[in-house]
C-alpha cells in the first residue's frame, strides 16, 4: 500500500477546514503522505482515483456525505474492504462508538485528542494493514497445499511462524483471504498473551510506546520461555473445518472480548477475538480457562 516508492499514503477526511490543518501539522516529519477530503463525496472520488491508500482517517458528522455512509460504501467495495479506516468525531456516546465499530472502523477517536494517541494508533494501523498485505501474499504461495489434508497438527513459537502458519493454514477454508486474518490474530494471542505472558495493559502501553516488537523478542529469548510452543490442529470433515488453538499460559477473562467494547475503543488493540467472529468462521469457543480456542468454519460459506 502507499505510493510507488513505498511511503504510505493517507486520506484525511473532515469538513472543517482547520481540522485538516491541524491534522497535517500532527503529521509533519512523520513520513508520511497526506491527501485531504472535506466531505465524503469528494473522499470517494480520491479512492476511485489512481491513489493507493494505506489509511483513512475519517470524520463522521459531514455535508453531502458522512463519515459512516462513506466507512459502508467502503466496507462493502471489495477494492476498499481491507484499508483500515479510523474515525474522529465529536460524536463520542457508547452507542455510536459501536455502532462505528460495528460498520467496520479500525478504531474511534474522540476529539479533541493529543497528537501521540493520532500517530499511536495510525502507526498500528499501518503496521497491522502491512502485516495483513504479507499474509495475502503468503495465501497464493500455498494454494494447492492444503488440498488433499483431512487432518494435521502443528507447533509454533514466534509472531512469525504464527503468521506464516495462519496463511497456510487458510487455505484449507472456503474463504482463505478472511480466515487468515481471524486465524493470524488468535494464533498471534497464543505466543504474546499466552506463552509470553504479555498482558492486555501491557500491550497497550507497548503499542503507545512502539515498542511491542522488541518487548516479543526479548520475552521469547528468557529461558523460561525457551520450550514454549502454541499448537494448531485442523480437522477438515464434509460439512465444516475444525481448529483448534492451544497455549500454554494461564488463560484468561475471554468472556469480555467476544464483542466490540466501546470502553477499550481508543486502546491500540484488542480488538482480534471480535473481529475474528466477523472473519466468517460460524463458531468460536474457548475452553477451559482461555488457553484453548476452537474455531469452526463451514465449507459452504
Given at each position: 500500500m502507499g505510493t510507488p516508492g513505498g511511503t504510505p499514503r493517507l486520506l484525511v477526511v473532515d469538513d472543517e477546514p482547520f481540522n485538516l490543518e491541524i491534522?497535517?501539522?500532527?503529521?509533519?516529519?512523520?513520513?508520511?503522505?497526506?491527501?485531504?477530503?472535506?466531505?465524503?463525496?469528494?473522499?470517494?472520488?480520491?479512492?476511485?482515483?489512481?491513489n493507493n491508500y494505506s489509511a483513512v482517517l475519517l470524520d463522521r458528522m459531514m455535508p453531502v456525505l458522512d463519515g459512516m455512509a462513506?466507512?459502508?460504501?467502503?466496507?462493502?467495495?471489495?477494492r476498499f474492504l481491507?484499508?483500515?479506516?479510523?474515525?474522529?468525531?465529536?460524536?463520542?456516546?457508547?452507542?455510536?462508538?459501536?455502532?462505528g465499530l460495528a460498520a467496520g472502523a479500525y478504531y474511534y477517536l474522540v476529539k479533541p485528542y493529543a497528537r501521540d494517541s493520532?500517530?499511536?494508533i495510525v502507526r498500528g494501523a499501518l503496521a497491522d494493514n502491512d502485516s495483513r498485505n504479507k499474509m495475502q501474499q503468503k495465501l497464493a504461495e500455498h494454494v494447492s497445499a492444503l488440498q488433499t489434508l483431512a487432518s494435521g497438527e502443528f507447533?509454533?513459537?514466534t509472531i512469525e511462524e504464527a503468521s506464516i502458519l495462519a496463511a497456510f493454514l487458510a487455505q484449507i477454508c472456503p474463504q482463505p483471504e478472511s480466515a487468515v486474518l481471524g486465524l493470524s490474530e488468535l494464533m498471534i494471542n497464543g505466543v504474546e498473551h499466552g506463552n509470553l505472558g504479555i498482558s492486555y495493559a501491557e500491550k497497550s502501553q507497548l503499542r503507545r510506546d512502539d515498542c511491542w516488537n522488541e518487548e516479543v523478542r526479548l520475552r521469547l529469548s528468557l529461558p523460561e520461555n525457551s520450550e514454549k510452543r502454541v499448537r494448531a490442529s485442523v480437522v477438515r470433515g464434509a460439512d465444516s473445518v475444525v481448529i483448534r488453538i492451544v497455549d500454554e499460559g494461564k488463560g484468561f477473562e475471554w468472556q469480555k472480548?467476544?464483542?466490540?467494547?466501546?470502553?477499550?475503543?481508543?486502546?491500540?488493540?484488542?480488538r482480534g477475538i471480535a473481529l475474528t467472529r466477523m472473519s466468517g468462521f460460524a463458531t468460536i469457543e474457548y475452553e477451559g480457562c482461555g488457553n484453548t480456542v476452537k474455531l469452526q468454519i463451514r465449507n459452504n460459506c
Open positions: 491534522i497535517s501539522e500532527y503529521f509533519e516529519g512523520t513520513g508520511l503522505d497526506l491527501d485531504t477530503a472535506e466531505n465524503g463525496e469528494l473522499a470517494w472520488s480520491l479512492l476511485n482515483g489512481d462513506l466507512l459502508m460504501r467502503m466496507k462493502s467495495d471489495s481491507s484499508i483500515p479506516v479510523i474515525m474522529q468525531t465529536a460524536a463520542g456516546n457508547p452507542d455510536q462508538v459501536r455502532e493520532l500517530l499511536t507447533v509454533f513459537r472480548y467476544l464483542d466490540f467494547d466501546p470502553e477499550r475503543a481508543f486502546d491500540p488493540n484488542g
